[in-house]
C-alpha cells in the first residue's frame, strides 16, 4: 500500500500540469446548477477537468460567513490547498476530512500546508476551520475513510449545494480516471443529513449504527459503513425483474454496471445476483478496473446463457505494463421492469467499490429514480462501454518482458496474480498492471 501511494503522488507531482485556469482566480462568481456532471481523462482540459472545475469554482464563490465541508478519501492538489485557504482568509469556515493513509505513509504537502494554514488563520477569527484525518472509518470500527462529498452552505446565489460521487479532490481524479458526480442544490433536508453524517465523522469514533439512510422527492441517499443493514446494491438487484419492460425494445430489463472493483465476499455476493438476472434473461454490460479470478470465473461461465458480457476498463499508454487510466466510477443505470414498475428508470452512483472492503468503509451511495438522470448515465456508459480505447501493446521494456499481445483482453485478479481470462499470466517478471491504481 505504501509503495502504491507513493506511485500517486509521484504521478500527481511529476504529470500533471498545474490547474491554471480561470476556476483557480477569486473571487468568482459561480453559481452550481443541480444534476450529473461527468469527466474523462482524455480530451480537452475541461473535459478532463470538469468536476474539479466545479469544486474549484463552488469554493471560489463561497462568501464571508459561509460553510466548507469536504469528506474525501485522497486531498491532494496545491490548487485546493490556495482556494481553501483563501476562502477561510474571507471569513468562510473550512473543514475537511481525509483518510490518514494518504498523509501517515508519504508526505502529503498539500494536506499539511492546508492543515497548518487553517489552524493558523484561525487565531484572527471566531469560526474555526481545520483539516482532519481518520485512521480507519470515521464511522466505524474498521474500513476506511472513502467516501467522496462536497458541502457547501452558499455558493454564488445559490444555497445548500451538495455534491456526491466517485471523484476525490486530487489531481489525478482529472488526469487519470473516469469520474462522476451529482449535484443537489436549495434542499434543506439533504443538505442537513449530509451534514449530520459529516459532523459525526468528524469525532473518528465508531458508531453503534453507522449505517444511515434518507429518503428524499425520488431518489435515497445512503451512508456506509454497512453495520448490520442489508445491503442497498443487492436490494435494488432484488426488485429486478427481466421481462415485461415497457420502455426497452427487446421487453428485456437493461442492466449496465460499472463498478469499478468486484471483490472478496460482498463481491461475490453481488455477482452471483448478477449472474442469476442474466440467466433470468436481463440484458447486461459490465465495465471494470479490479475483478477477483473466483468472480470472474463466476460472471464469464460458459454454462447456462452463457458468460455474461464483460469489459476491462483501463489503459496503458506507454506500454510499460502498468495501467495509467481507469474507470473510476461505481455507477449503474437500470432501465425496465424495476420495483414494481415496467417501466422504471434508476440509477445507482456514489463512492462505493462491489467489494468487502466498501462494506466496512465510510461510503456515499445515491439512488434516483428520475428518467433524466438516469438516461444521462445510460448514455455515458453505453458510450464508454463500447468506444472504450484499448491499450498499446506491451513490449518488452527495460529487460521486463510482459505478455499482452491481444489489447482489450479480460484480465482478472491483481499483482503478481493478474492473468488473462484463460489463465496465461499478464507479466512474466511479475510487473504489477495495477501500481498506478489505489483502492480509491
Not at 485546493?80 to 477561510?88: F, I, K, V
Not at 490518514?100 to 504537502?109: D, E, G, L, P, W
Not at 451512508?223 to 438487484?237: K, N, T
Amino acid at each position: 500500500m505504501a509503495r502504491l501511494l507513493a506511485l500517486i503522488v509521484a504521478i500527481t507531482a511529476f504529470t500533471v500540469p498545474t490547474f491554471d485556469t480561470a476556476a483557480n482566480a477569486a473571487p468568482d462568481h459561480y453559481n452550481p446548477r443541480p444534476g450529473v456532471t461527468f469527466n474523462s481523462p482524455l480530451g480537452s482540459e475541461g473535459t478532463k477537468r470538469a468536476i474539479f472545475h466545479k469544486i474549484m469554482r463552488s469554493i471560489n464563490s463561497s462568501p464571508r460567513g459561509s460553510e466548507i465541508k469536504i469528506f474525501t478519501w485522497n486531498f491532494l492538489t496545491r490548487d485546493g490547498t490556495d482556494a481553501l485557504l483563501r476562502a477561510q482568509r474571507r471569513g468562510v469556515e473550512v473543514r475537511l476530512i481525509m483518510a490518514s493513509s494518504n498523509n501517515r505513509v508519504f508526505v502529503n504537502r498539500p494536506f499539511r500546508r492546508l492543515r497548518h494554514g487553517l489552524r493558523v488563520g484561525n487565531r484572527h477569527r471566531h469560526r474555526t476551520s481545520w483539516a482532519r484525518t481518520c485512521r480507519g472509518s470515521c464511522r466505524g470500527s474498521g474500513g476506511v475513510a472513502h467516501s467522496k462529498f462536497f458541502l457547501f452552505s452558499h455558493v454564488g446565489h445559490v444555497r445548500r449545494v451538495v455534491i456526491q460521487g466517485s471523484a476525490n479532490f486530487t489531481l489525478a481524479s482529472t488526469n487519470n480516471q473516469w469520474n462522476d458526480a451529482v449535484t443537489e442544490t436549495r434542499n434543506i433536508h439533504v443538505w442537513r443529513f449530509a451534514s449530520h453524517i459529516f459532523r459525526q465523522a468528524s469525532h473518528d469514533k465508531p458508531l453503534r449504527h453507522p449505517f444511515a439512510s434518507r429518503s428524499f422527492r425520488r431518489y435515497r441517499l445512503m451512508m456506509f459503513p454497512e453495520g448490520q443493514a442489508r445491503d442497498p446494491v443487492r436490494h435494488l438487484l432484488n426488485r429486478v425483474r427481466c421481462h415485461g419492460a415497457t420502455n426497452t425494445p427487446s421487453h428485456r430489463t437493461r442492466i449496465l454496471i460499472t463498478p469499478d472493483v468486484i471483490r472478496r465476499g460482498r463481491g461475490m455476493a453481488l455477482a452471483r445476483k448478477v449472474r442469476r438476472l442474466w440467466n433470468r434473461g436481463c440484458t447486461i454490460r459490465i465495465g471494470y478496473t479490479v475483478v477477483g479470478i473466483d468472480i470472474a470465473h463466476l460472471l464469464r461461465n460458459p454454462a447456462g446463457r452463457g458468460p455474461v458480457p464483460m469489459k476491462h476498463l483501463v489503459q496503458d499508454f506507454n506500454g510499460d505494463g502498468e495501467f495509467d487510466n481507469y474507470f473510476h466510477l461505481k455507477a449503474m443505470t437500470i432501465v425496465g421492469n424495476v420495483g414494481g414498475n415496467r417501466s422504471g428508470y434508476v440509477v445507482l452512483n456514489g463512492s462505493a467499490n462491489w467489494s468487502g472492503l466498501a462494506g466496512a468503509s465510510d461510503e456515499n451511495l445515491g439512488i434516483y429514480w428520475k428518467k433524466h438522470l438516469t438516461l444521462r448515465y445510460q448514455q455515458h456508459l453505453d458510450y464508454w462501454l463500447t468506444h472504450f480505447p484499448a491499450s498499446k501493446t506491451v513490449q518488452t521494456t527495460s529487460g521486463r518482458a510482459v505478455v499482452n499481445s491481444e489489447p482489450g483482453q479480460l484480465l482478472f485478479g491483481t499483482g503478481k496474480h493478474a492473468v488473462y481470462e484463460d489463465g496465461t499470466p499478464y507479466s512474466t517478471t511479475g510487473v504489477n498492471p495495477y501500481a498506478h491504481v489505489s483502492m480509491d
